[in-house]
């Protein structure tokens, strides 16, 4: 499991992409998992998770077309 200190969407979603399955948690933001290259938000997740998610999730899809 990494662990992120600071939240920065760009770093995570590089992370994300290059292992493409595992778990990560984010300070102030908790724990995720990512399966097929993607982010998943956690089975009891609120709206800040939702978010979250799909802003990294966005970064990952553009680094997919650069």
């Given at each position: 499991m990494r662990m992120f200190n600071r939240y920065v969407p760009l770093m995570i979603a590089r992370h994300v992409q290059r292992l493409f399955s595992g778990r990560l948690h984010i300070n102030g933001k908790g724990d995720f998992?990512?399966?097929q290259g993607l982010l998943k938000?956690?089975?009891?997740a609120e709206v800040q998770?939702?978010?979250?998610?799909?802003?990294?999730?966005?970064?990952?899809?553009?680094?997919?077309?650069?």
């Open positions: 998992e990512f399966q938000p956690p089975e009891n998770h939702y978010r979250t998610v799909k802003e990294i999730n966005q970064e990952i899809r553009r680094l997919r077309t650069e």
